[in-house]
């Protein structure tokens, strides 16, 4: 899912550029900012709905996000409880056990050290994603502003201000008719994905009767032995 926000990520600043672009570029080359508020005109109410969709999308990465956490936690029960089963077969004597609980420890290990590099990942790319999104929001706010400075002022459709402002909006707005096509594209294959992900299933602690519940061990036996032997004789210390 990471991957979508960043490919999200990467959309959204191109929309920001393809608003922003020409409109600094008519403001340079003219002086005047009301060629630049007659395109805004042109493209605010698109605009209005891009950013309301795409706070959308923030919104699912929050969520995403909040899915990552609850998972990495939930690891970490599993960790806890799967030492204690794991000291209780050593214990016991039932080494079998013990190794079992010692490679699904391992193995636990390593998922979380995976979750966490995946959260910090994701939460990088949320922040800027907002950043985007803000900004797409204040293009939007600037677009108001100027609507209302410049209402007072009637638009005649021969000034040649007026024509080069509605084409500047026009020449904007199909760029952003191809960027709302791939933002459509990527938002739904993001929905199938999600819809197709399988949901994360963790094992528990078995009873010591029934081992044969673990999953199957993925970790060298070197380093199991290794770890049993300590458990051991961290276990036979006395008091």
Do not use: C
């Amino acid at each position: 899912m990471t991957n979508f926000f960043k490919k999200l990520n990467t959309l959204i600043q191109a929309q920001v550029n393809d608003v922003l672009r020409p409109l600094k570029s008519e403001e340079e080359q003219t002086g005047k900012t009301r060629k630049a508020a007659l395109a805004r005109r042109q493209i605010r109410q698109g605009l209005e709905g891009d950013t309301k969709a795409l706070r959308e999308r923030v919104n699912d990465a929050y969520a995403y996000q909040e899915g990552l956490q609850a998972r990495i936690a939930k690891l970490y029960q599993e960790v806890e409880r799967w030492d204690v089963f794991a000291n209780q077969a050593v214990a016991d004597g039932r080494d079998a056990d013990a190794r079992m609980a010692l490679s699904r420890l391992q193995q636990l290990q390593r998922d979380i050290v995976q979750a966490e590099d995946a959260l910090r990942e994701h939460q990088q790319v949320t922040q800027e994603l907002v950043s985007r999104v803000e900004m797409l929001e204040a293009i939007v706010a600037q677009s108001r502003e100027e609507d209302a400075a410049a209402s007072s002022a009637p638009i005649i459709s021969d000034d040649p201000d007026a024509q080069a402002g509605v084409q500047l909006g026009e020449r904007i707005a199909r760029q952003l008719d191809q960027t709302r096509q791939k933002l459509s594209e990527l938002v739904q294959s993001y929905r199938q994905e999600r819809e197709d992900a399988p949901a994360a299933q963790d094992a528990a602690p078995p009873a010591a009767a029934q081992p044969e519940d673990a999953p199957p061990s993925t970790v060298k036996p070197n380093k199991t032995d290794d770890e049993l032997a300590e458990r051991l004789r961290r276990l036979s210390k006395p008091e």
